[in-house]
């Protein structure tokens, strides 16, 4: 059974602080990973797909990184309006469903 | 373009009334899927769809949820006698093929069973 682990639970940083978010996985057969922004009361909001070790994705202050057991968001210079849940997402092999984490909480301070 | 919407937002339900809850996809998308939300998790599967086909409902917790795409593209997930447990928010999403492609979610319908 796919795992999707991330951490830290919760982050707070203070605005312009550079951190990384982590998703670590255990699958058989990644086919892709994904990551969301979550606002509250709102669904998850589309970030980025990495589909193999070595790749990397970057919108605006954010960058997603992949290797073989884990994923990377590296958030820079944040600003508040960066605020949300980040979560990760894994599929593999021949399943047809999305595993999920737990979700990071980031709150950015101004 | 129109993304996924649902409907209702929200709706509070007297422990054991029956539910429906309606999810428009992104037009011309091929899959569908249902997801629960409980507070503080991640969104769990519960039931996948490409087209009309229900291809994988293994996420569905009881014989009490039941889904269903009967033109390939409205779906509505139905909960039969609805308990606590139950609530939570339900997340629909779609993508334009198959499941390695990016899933677009929905606002989601916060169901309270009270």
């Known amino acids: 059974e796919d795992q999707v682990t991330q951490s830290p639970e919760a982050l707070r940083l203070q605005e312009g602080e550079s951190s990384s978010l982590n998703c670590s996985y255990t699958v058989s057969g990644l086919r892709g990973l994904f990551w969301y922004r979550q606002d509250p009361g709102k669904g998850p909001e589309f970030l980025f797909t990495l589909y193999s070790a070595g790749e990397e994705k970057e919108k605006e202050r954010l960058k997603a990184t992949l290797t073989k057991k884990e994923s990377f968001l590296h958030i820079t210079a944040p600003k508040p309006e960066d605020s949300a849940t980040y979560l990760c997402?894994?599929?593999?092999?021949?399943?047809?469903?999305?595993?999920f984490g737990t979700g990071t909480k980031l709150q950015v301070i101004p | 373009g129109a993304g996924v919407s649902q409907s209702p937002r929200y709706k509070v339900a007297k422990r054991g009334q029956d539910v429906a809850l309606r999810c428009d996809p992104i037009s011309g998308h091929v899959s569908l899927f249902w997801y629960q939300q409980a507070l503080g998790q991640g969104p769990e599967f519960l039931t996948y769809?490409?087209?009309?086909?229900?291809?994988?409902k293994s996420g569905l917790p009881s014989d009490r949820f039941f889904a269903e795409r009967p033109e390939g593209s409205v779906s509505t997930l139905k909960i039969q006698r609805t308990q606590q447990e139950d609530s939570a928010v339900y997340l629909c999403?779609?993508?334009?093929?198959?499941?390695?492609?990016?899933?677009?979610f929905g606002p989601g319908t916060r169901l309270l069973v009270l």
């Open positions: 997402a894994v599929i593999s092999g021949g399943y047809q469903k999305v595993t």
């Open positions: 999403a779609s993508s334009s093929r198959g499941t390695g492609e990016t899933q677009y």
């Open positions: 769809f490409q087209n009309e086909a229900q291809l994988d």
